[in-house]
């Protein structure tokens, strides 16, 4: 059978080459979803300035609240206790330990462009030994002094850095090679800048010659709880502790985009070669009819799909390969994956992107090839000419569970989830109510075309008469064209749309109650004494520092955060015309000094906490706090932030500084020209309006946007794909229809015509479900995020996909047909 098979192939190529193409891109796709996943599992980061160090020794990067099964990451550097160095040294096995302070340095002047320029990190001299650096001339600092990696800076230059937003003069005393972008003081000066000395920010481990690194490693790790050792390519994360949130994020997007795109890859995969074996009706009951047996027929069916499968699968590591490394590069650059991660795509990824489109290959030639092999002779040719035939009780089973699905994931975005959080069982509703509408498609078609089959009739008249007549009786046929254009509708339309509506109800949330009419910013941070000059500027009527984190609330245990923790904001107290982003309903931000807290009503109703009472919170670096409750104020539901005093949030960040200030100008008064003034005396800082506040607020959200944007974008290239596939298969196979018509009397254009309206019919019939099923899940989600029952978005968007979808049938229908056409209806045919 495997030879008929292979011998035949050349009459059939239309329905073979479909199938290979969806399983080229769709092994792509998956293959690229699972390198991303890979990344994101191995975090490979090679070390460079610690590269000397066997062993590095950092804080632990998590927190595992009490009663909490999954640790939330912590994204501020939580390093190690200086206390600590001394008992490392002592263990044994190791040679030599050397503590490593981390601290961000803009330098001007000498060795440096015009203006603020960056320098990444400054660092105490010791712990050059580590990288190691080399002193190509000069000497070791000492206080006063520094040494620096800018290339042409000279030896006894004066520097001047901006630390903490103030500038500082050094002396440089030597120049290094080694890794760019590091600035070296001496110890006591680097203890004095830091802004916690009593944390490294890592420690590197010398082990003597001969010792076991792995048992040195198993005496450190003994030490204490709360610290990470690290070897071999793990050392690099200590050098890039973002790294390691990023690296959890890029697992999430990989494994939600992933299964998204696995299953869709799968439908489309089974759809197309179920499609292809439809068309191939009558070569199966002539096969029956001359003594074949089920059991052949369901064996070359199956022996075609491996055929396919097969070599497309190795085809589409090329493909998959090159996919994966672009969406890596793509989410480096926008801040969502960490660039120092190597990227990594092994078998494993290979094996399941293989691994899903065989298994969709040959599961739908099993289901193919059961009905083929089942169905009698006569009756296949009778089906073979027009399908009528689609019911089975095991798709009626699996299109309601899929329905089913969908309907439970509504309930539960509709009455469980709070805002962004709804997206979560929203977004996998999509495919649950596309594939449950796919799998009964028949039945839906027929009821779109009641809608739409007298307005096309009134438009087209005689073609849309013949036309019509067309589709009702060819329902099943009119069913599998639909589809992919309904998958390709609703699946764009809902993510797009989702993510329209959540950055808006996003921005609203943010801007409802913020008050400032503008922002000072520097990312070398603001120095005290600017605060207390532009309090004093003319026109000033409030300024406080804006500061942003992540924390967790310890205690009460019932706070209504998830795993990824709770958002913090860090302002200064303030009285009633403040900048701070709120509307009070209980206590006053005049006391948010200290250990001090303002919470949002939802979160103090839900811990049962009032003015007065006493949190438990672990900030962003790992430290345990007690706070006080000294204000609540009205908040959005999923939005909530937590109010802390500035000091205290950014006193427990990674890089200490205070990088906004927030000014509320008196009423009437333009205050950005005064701003920009006293601006000007200090370097690196610049005035900015309340929109960049607002787009800054919302770079996170717009970045997730931008993400899910790309992939979908993907997945709607790869079900343009299968609808491009499906109308061209089907419209080459009516070549017999075509020339009877002919044959008939019936013109080129006027068969071109009926095709034309058919298309229409296809596209309305697709777009309508489409939009149904998009809507099945932006309803609730969109009630929830935004109040509104109605997603927000530009129309454009929409129009956008309707054209596009338009555009592919009508030319996957009208190309092929009119190739097609051409040729003379007397010249013998054969079915693709």
């Not at 998204?260 to 439908?267: G, Q, S």
């Not at 503008?518 to 804006?546: C, D, I, K, N």
């Not at 009460?556 to 904001?569: H, K, S, T, V």
Request: with cysteine.
């Amino acid at each position: 059978m495997m030879r008929l098979a292979v011998r035949t192939l050349r009459f059939r190529k239309g329905g073979f080459i479909a199938t290979f193409v969806a399983v080229v891109f769709g092994t792509a796709i998956v293959m690229a979803c699972g390198g991303l996943m890979e990344t994101g599992i191995r975090s490979n980061v090679a070390p460079e300035r610690l590269a000397a160090a066997p062993i590095v020794v950092t804080g632990n990067q998590s927190h595992l609240r009490p009663g909490a099964e999954d640790p939330t990451p912590l994204p501020e550097r939580v390093g190690v206790p200086t206390s600590l160095l001394e008992r490392i040294r002592s263990v044994e096995g190791v040679s030599a330990a050397i503590g490593d302070y981390t601290f961000p340095v803009a330098m001007l002047g000498a060795g440096a462009s015009k203006g603020a320029s960056t320098v990444a990190e400054g660092h105490n001299w010791s712990s050059a030994a580590l990288a190691p650096y080399q002193l190509t001339s000069g000497r070791a600092p000492s206080a006063g002094q520094v040494v620096t990696t800018a290339p042409g800076a000279k030896i006894g230059d004066r520097v001047t850095f901006l630390l903490d937003g103030a500038p500082t003069a050094f002396t440089v005393s030597g120049i290094v090679q080694g890794p760019a972008g590091h600035a070296f003081f001496s110890d006591r000066d680097a203890r004095r800048i830091v802004d916690n000395p009593a944390r490294f920010a890592d420690v590197g481990v010398l082990i003597a010659p001969g010792a076991d690194l792995d048992a040195v490693k198993d005496r450190i790790e003994a030490l204490d709880a709360g610290i990470t050792v690290r070897t071999g390519i793990d050392r690099g994360l200590a050098e890039h502790p973002g790294g390691e949130s990023q690296a959890v994020a890029l697992i999430a997007i990989a494994g939600s985009f992933g299964g998204i795109a696995t299953m869709t890859m799968m439908f489309v995969v089974a759809s197309t070669l179920a499609l292809s074996a439809q068309h191939r009706e009558r070569e199966f009951a002539l096969l029956r009819g001359i003594g074949t047996t089920p059991g052949q027929v369901r064996r070359m069916i199956l022996g075609e799909a491996l055929l396919v499968s097969l070599p497309a699968v190795l085809l589409g590591v090329v493909p998959g390969v090159f996919l994966g490394r672009f969406l890596f590069k793509e989410l480096g650059a926008h801040g969502v994956a960490s660039t120092v991660i190597e990227f990594s795509q092994g078998w494993i990824p290979f094996a399941a992107g293989a691994g899903a489109a065989v298994l969709a290959a040959v599961g739908a030639a099993l289901i193919a090839g059961r009905r083929s092999a089942k169905i009698r002779p006569v009756e296949a040719l009778m089906e073979a000419s027009l399908q009528r035939k689609w019911f089975s009780w095991l798709r009626l089973l699996f299109g309601v569970l899929f329905l089913g699905g969908g309907l439970a994931l509504l309930i539960v975005t509709a009455t469980v989830m709070t805002g962004p959080l709804a997206g979560a069982t929203a977004g996998p509703s999509i495919l649950c109510w596309a594939i449950g509408v796919a799998l009964l498609g028949p039945f839906w078609t027929k009821a779109a075309l009641l809608v739409w089959r007298w307005p096309v009739q009134a438009l087209t008249r005689v073609n849309g008469r013949l036309a019509i007549r067309n589709v009702t009786a060819r329902s099943v046929a009119l069913s599998a064209a639909a589809m992919p254009v309904m998958l390709a509708v609703g699946i764009s339309t809902a993510n797009l749309y989702m993510q329209t509506t959540q950055v808006h109800a996003a921005s609203e949330a943010f801007t409802r109650d913020l008050r400032a009419d503008a922002v000072l910013v520097s990312s070398a941070g603001l120095s005290p004494q600017l605060l207390a000059e532009v309090r004093e500027t003319p026109g000033v009527a409030s300024a406080s520092a804006f500061v942003r984190s992540t924390g967790v609330i310890d205690e009460p245990r019932n706070a209504p955060f998830d795993e990824e923790g709770a958002p913090l904001i860090g302002v200064d107290a303030q009285g009633a015309d403040g900048t701070a982003p709120v509307r009070l309903t209980s206590g006053s931000l005049a006391g948010l000094t200290g250990s001090t807290v303002a919470l949002p009503d939802y979160v103090a109703d839900k811990i049962d906490r009032r003015v007065g009472s006493e949190i438990d919170m672990t900030l962003g670096d790992g430290t345990a706090v007690k706070l006080r409750v000294v204000a609540t104020f009205a908040a959005e539901r999923g939005y909530e932030s937590i109010i802390l005093p500035a000091s205290l949030v950014a006193a427990h960040t990674t890089d200490g500084l205070i990088t906004q200030l927030l000014v509320r100008a008196a009423p009437g008064t333009d205050v950005r020209p005064a701003l920009a003034t006293v601006a000007a005396k200090h370097p690196a800082v610049q005035v900015a309006d309340r929109e960049s506040l607002v787009a800054s607020n919302a770079e996170d959200l717009q970045t997730q946007a931008w993400v899910n944007y790309m992939l979908v974008g993907m997945l709607i290239a790869y079900t343009a794909v299968s609808v491009v596939n499906n109308l061209v298969s089907t419209t080459l196979r009516r070549r017999r229809e075509f020339a009877l018509q002919r044959l008939t009397g019936s013109t080129r254009a006027q068969v071109l015509r009926m095709l034309t309206t058919e298309s229409t019919l296809v596209w309305l019939t697709g777009i309508t479900l489409g939009t149904l099923v998009a809507l099945a899940c932006l309803i609730p989600f969109s009630a929830k995020v935004s109040g509104s029952s109605l997603p927000t978005g530009p129309l454009w968007i929409y129009l956008l996909i309707v054209a596009t979808a338009g555009a592919l049938t009508f030319l996957s229908t009208v190309i092929p047909a009119t190739t097609t056409l051409r040729q003379s209806p007397t010249q013998p045919t054969h079915t693709d």
